[in-house]
């Protein structure tokens, strides 16, 4: 009987496969009915609206390249106010109310301080504490079933036979 119970699901299961498979391939032909039907300027991406490169070309050793002016290096104004200013340091500021609360140094070092527990670390110790807790509840369980049949064992009665002689009398008459 076992084995005809096998037998009907590993039928089944062959079954269900190429039921799948069947369904998957269809599902396949429709998409490539479709694609075909499609108008094929839209398969390929518009032109591009750039001029195409002219490319470039190898320079003899002979010859020299272009002679073109090397371009200008950008310059700092003095008298202009920028965010990283040389021009204007913080421990030149009179006033001390426009200074600011700190300074790069402790930017730094609080940017260096790390925090104990990164968000995953403090996923991955709940998910270890919540592990331990159910080893420790299935382990009672389990330790509490144990000593649940050994000290419940079921008791067998032996029947006590008590025989009892009677005194035989001798009657002559």
């Known amino acids: 009987m ?7 699901i590993v039928i089944l299961v062959l079954l269900l496969v190429v039921v799948a ?12 009915a479709m694609e075909k ?12 609206p750039y001029q195409p490169s002219k490319g470039f070309r190898l320079l003899e050793q ?8 090397p371009p200008a290096r950008p310059r700092l104004e003095p008298d202009q106010k920028y965010v990283f200013s040389d021009f204007h340091p913080a421990h030149l500021d ?8 700190h ?5 730094l070092t609080r940017s260096a301080i790390r925090p104990g527990l990164s968000f995953g670390g403090v996923r991955a110790l709940i998910v270890v504490v919540v592990i331990v807790l159910l080893v420790a509840v299935v382990g009672y369980y389990a330790r509490d079933r144990s000593t649940h049949h050994a000290t419940h064992h079921t008791t067998t009665t032996v029947p006590i036979v008590t025989t ?10």
Do not use: F, Q
């Open 2 to 8: 076992t084995a005809l119970k096998v037998a009907l």
């Open 21 to 32: 498979l069947r369904v998957r391939k269809v599902r396949r032909d429709e998409i490539r």
């Open 37 to 48: 039907k499609a108008d094929p300027r839209l398969m390929m991406p518009p032109a591009s």
């Open 62 to 69: 002979d010859e020299a390249p272009s002679s073109l002016p």
């Open 94 to 101: 009179v006033n001390p109310s426009t200074r600011p609360r």
């Open 103 to 107: 300074d790069e140094e402790w930017a």
């Open 164 to 173: 009892t002689t009677r005194p035989t009398t001798n009657t002559t008459g």
